[in-house]
């Protein structure tokens, strides 16, 4: 049988995409074998949303080519979307698709085997109008599960060049994730992730009111289910039928990734973020108060263009003054094609490395002021993986726990947090979860 590698760069959608395109060279009964191994077939699902991902993305085609030069290489993603002519000058290069037709990736490769030059299908993803729903075919080999519910976005950040590679909002219909979430209870999955491009916009395409809301509760009827996770969510997109099941109800996992991206009330004017710093700050108060020991993590952009020395200060103190649990530092990344690339006031490198390097020594900080306030309690860890007799995974507000007790993988744990360890803490296990 042919092999076929498949690789993902980037985010959680990503993964989950080269997940459903592995399950379908599989159903063909294709060999799946490591992306370092030779292979008849090599798939890159690329990312475009640093310039750093463009160049991985372009090095991890070349390294395929390396490996085999008579292989099939078909790229496709954000990159491939966004710029096909640079994906189709990478030599090797055979099939490129962009954000979607995935579904057609087993038909696409075999054509490229059968005739000379390059397959382009990248096509207008403005036009995309529905979800390219590719259920699963076999289970991922992870403990956490995610599921991709949406797709697209049509926020036009002035920074962010995903609305041009993911065309507009395109949401799961319910019955298929209620179907596809069925589907990995049954396999064992103890935790569901639910992801989207824009996961606050579910259900806008769809007919009736159809939300976030209502999706989870498609998951949540499933018997058998002990977590739901939501994936990266916009603060202002947490409505209060939502907010009221993560109130409510107990498999709901404390955890909010709620991107700030600024600190600074012009900064995020001129990012074409809807709210402004005080909002962010009432809302994540009353989260807080709410939902006792929630984790609230985000992510920070500096260097913004124009941003002044004065307005990234701005942005430390008001991050000082939240309690976030971990933050994602990135150092503004000129994407061509989106309004902020085309402005004269860019801030230098070094400029942006210096203050990348001082908003994340805060993170550390923060994460660890986060993880004291829970030493000497016991919460409920799932955990995920073994390395050299140390495990580790995740407590339902997402804080790491490593232990050397005596765990399984995919099961959870009560486990009392003893100290700080790494990233996260060391625990000591108390009971298993029935
Ligand atoms: S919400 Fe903004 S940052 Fe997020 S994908 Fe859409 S445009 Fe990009």
Same mark, same amino acid.
């Given at each position: 049988m042919p092999k076929v590698a498949l690789t993902t760069l980037g985010c959680k959608v990503n993964q989950f995409e080269t997940e459903t395109m592995e399950g379908l060279f599989k159903q063909k009964g294709y060999e799946i074998v490591p992306f370092e191994e030779t292979a008849d077939f090599y798939v890159i699902n690329t990312?475009? =949303?640093?310039?750093?991902?463009?160049?991985?993305?372009? #090095?991890?085609?070349?390294?395929?080519?390396?490996q085999n030069e008579q292989a099939i290489i078909a790229v496709c993603g954000c990159y491939s979307q966004v710029h096909p002519e640079e994906i189709k000058a990478i030599e090797g290069v055979r099939v490129v698709l962009g954000t979607k037709e995935r579904s057609q990736i087993v038909e696409l490769v075999e054509q490229a085997a059968r005739e000379d030059g390059i397959i382009d299908e *990248?096509?207008?993803?403005?036009?995309? !109008?529905?979800? %390219?729903?590719?259920?699963?075919?076999?289970?991922? $080999?992870?403990?956490?599960?995610? &599921?991709?519910?949406?797709?697209?976005? $049509?926020n036009f950040c002035s920074y962010c060049i995903i609305p041009y590679a993911r065309g507009p909002v395109k949401s799961r219909h319910l019955d298929k994730i209620h179907a596809e979430a069925?589907? &990995? *209870?049954?396999? /064992?999955?103890?935790?569901? =992730?639910?992801?989207?491009?824009? &996961? @606050?916009?579910?259900g806008r395409d769809l007919a009736g009111e159809v939300t976030l809301a209502d999706a989870c509760r498609e998951v949540l009827k499933v018997e058998g289910l002990k977590r739901l996770r939501l994936g990266s969510l916009e603060s202002i997109e947490l409505s209060p039928d939502l907010f009221e099941l993560i109130r409510s109800d107990e498999r709901f996992c404390a955890h909010l990734h709620l991107p700030l991206q600024a600190g600074s009330d012009s900064v995020l004017k001129d990012m074409n973020r809807h709210?402004?710093?005080?909002? +962010?700050?009432?809302?994540? %108060?009353? *989260? %807080? !108060?709410?939902?006792? @020991?929630?984790? =609230?993590?985000?992510?920070?952009? *500096? @260097? +913004?263009? /124009?941003?002044? %020395?004065? #307005?990234? $200060? #701005?942005?430390?103190?008001?991050?000082?003054?939240m309690n976030f649990s971990r933050m994602h530092v990135f150092p503004y990344s000129r994407r061509s094609g989106t309004p902020a690339a085309e402005r004269k006031d860019q801030i230098p490198d070094p400029v942006k490395k210096e203050r990348a390097h001082r908003m994340q020594e805060l993170a550390v900080r923060k994460t660890q002021e986060f993880h004291q306030q829970f030493l000497g309690k016991t919460l409920r860890v799932l +955990?995920?993986?073994?390395?050299?007799?140390?495990?580790d995974g995740l407590t339902d507000n997402y804080i790491r726990v490593y232990t050397d007790d005596a765990v399984v993988c995919g099961d959870l744990y009560e486990v009392e947090l003893e100290r700080l360890y790494r990233d996260g803490v060391w625990g000591k296990v108390t009971e298993k979860v029935k």
């Amino acid at each position: 049988m042919p092999k076929v590698a498949l690789t993902t760069l980037g985010c959680k959608v990503n993964q989950f995409e080269t997940e459903t395109m592995e399950g379908l060279f599989k159903q063909k009964g294709y060999e799946i074998v490591p992306f370092e191994e030779t292979a008849d077939f090599y798939v890159i699902n690329t990312c475009s =949303v640093t310039s750093l991902g463009d160049r991985k993305s372009r #090095q991890i085609i070349r390294r395929a080519q390396r490996q085999n030069e008579q292989a099939i290489i078909a790229v496709c993603g954000c990159y491939s979307q966004v710029h096909p002519e640079e994906i189709k000058a990478i030599e090797g290069v055979r099939v490129v698709l962009g954000t979607k037709e995935r579904s057609q990736i087993v038909e696409l490769v075999e054509q490229a085997a059968r005739e000379d030059g390059i397959i382009d299908e *990248v096509g207008n993803i403005m036009e995309a !109008r529905d979800f %390219e729903d590719i259920p699963l075919y076999d289970m991922p $080999q992870r403990t956490r599960a995610f &599921l991709k519910i949406e797709d697209g976005c $049509q926020n036009f950040c002035s920074y962010c060049i995903i609305p041009y590679a993911r065309g507009p909002v395109k949401s799961r219909h319910l019955d298929k994730i209620h179907a596809e979430a069925k589907k &990995l *209870v049954a396999a /064992g999955f103890k935790e569901i =992730v639910l992801t989207g491009i824009h &996961l @606050g916009a579910y259900g806008r395409d769809l007919a009736g009111e159809v939300t976030l809301a209502d999706a989870c509760r498609e998951v949540l009827k499933v018997e058998g289910l002990k977590r739901l996770r939501l994936g990266s969510l916009e603060s202002i997109e947490l409505s209060p039928d939502l907010f009221e099941l993560i109130r409510s109800d107990e498999r709901f996992c404390a955890h909010l990734h709620l991107p700030l991206q600024a600190g600074s009330d012009s900064v995020l004017k001129d990012m074409n973020r809807h709210y402004d710093t005080a909002e +962010f700050a009432r809302l994540i %108060e009353h *989260v %807080e !108060r709410e939902v006792p @020991g929630v984790a =609230v993590s985000t992510d920070i952009i *500096v @260097g +913004f263009p /124009g941003e002044t %020395e004065e #307005q990234f $200060q #701005q942005g430390l103190a008001f991050v000082a003054a939240m309690n976030f649990s971990r933050m994602h530092v990135f150092p503004y990344s000129r994407r061509s094609g989106t309004p902020a690339a085309e402005r004269k006031d860019q801030i230098p490198d070094p400029v942006k490395k210096e203050r990348a390097h001082r908003m994340q020594e805060l993170a550390v900080r923060k994460t660890q002021e986060f993880h004291q306030q829970f030493l000497g309690k016991t919460l409920r860890v799932l +955990f995920e993986t073994d390395t050299d007799g140390i495990t580790d995974g995740l407590t339902d507000n997402y804080i790491r726990v490593y232990t050397d007790d005596a765990v399984v993988c995919g099961d959870l744990y009560e486990v009392e947090l003893e100290r700080l360890y790494r990233d996260g803490v060391w625990g000591k296990v108390t009971e298993k979860v029935k």
